[in-house]
């Protein structure tokens, strides 16, 4: 069965410092891979998706994460942390059938000035 | 503009009474679902309908029950609310099997008291 695991409830970085959110997956074929970003009171928002194209997605608001088979990992990156992007991070998997999305349990993002 | 929608935004009601809870999406498309969100807790599934006529129950056990009249509409229901139903749902959307990701409302949070 798909699973997904994000590592850490919570970080914290200093605004302009490197944004690292870890998510690892259990599937057995690569899945399809997304993460969400959720602002307080809001629901779910895209950030990304790895659909198989390219191993290095880049997506909005400056994050890109790396799709990496070996270690069935799929961790989100910022170069420079703003204070905008203080939210909770879902990554997720749905198998190569498509349909049903799986969320990890999320990672809250905290920038301090 | 294309935009799923969520009523209400907060509700709170007392023991034994009936709810629905609204989404609405005006993007077309077939596949929607319900997901139950708790804090610090992974995103769970609790129905999903591939379009009109179409409903199933996902993989959370819920005591709620879900209806596709109109390809836009998806409202969900509890018979008789419980404090155990105390939680945010959220409606999502998505074209074909999802590869694109999904489309969120800005979720209910229901308060049984």
């Known amino acids: 069965a798909q699973s997904v695991t994000q590592l850490g409830s919570h970080v914290s970085v200093s605004e302009g410092a490197l944004v690292l959110l870890r998510c690892n997956y259990s599937s057995s074929v690569p899945p399809y891979l997304f993460w969400y970003v959720q602002y307080p009171n809001q629901g779910l928002q895209l950030l990304l998706k790895?659909?198989?194209?390219?191993?290095l997605v880049k997506g909005i608001n400056g994050f890109e994460a790396e799709f990496k088979k070996s270690e069935t990992s799929f961790h989100l990156t910022k170069p420079s942390a703003h204070m905008s992007d203080a939210a909770e991070y879902f990554c997720?998997?749905?198998?190569?059938?498509?349909?049903?999305?799986?969320f990890g349990a999320g990672t809250r993002l905290f920038v301090k000035a | 503009e294309a935009d799923i929608y969520q009523t209400p935004r907060y509700l709170v009601i007392g023991t034994g009474k009936k709810i629905t809870l609204e989404c609405s999406q005006t993007m077309g498309h077939d596949k929607m679902y319900w997901y139950q969100q708790d804090p610090g807790m992974e995103l769970h599934l609790i129905h999903y309908?591939?379009?009109?006529?179409?409903?199933e129950k996902g993989d959370l056990s819920s005591e709620s029950t879900v209806s596709r009249i109109r390809t836009e509409h998806f409202p969900l229901t509890l018979e008789s609310a419980r404090p155990s139903h105390t939680s945010q749902y959220l409606c999502a959307s998505s074209e074909d099997q999802g590869y694109d990701g999904y489309t969120f409302g800005s979720g209910t949070r229901l308060t049984v008291v």
């Open positions: 790895y659909t198989s194209a390219a191993t």
């Open positions: 997720a998997v749905m198998p190569p059938g498509g349909f049903k999305t799986i």
């Open positions: 309908s591939y379009g009109v006529n179409s409903t």
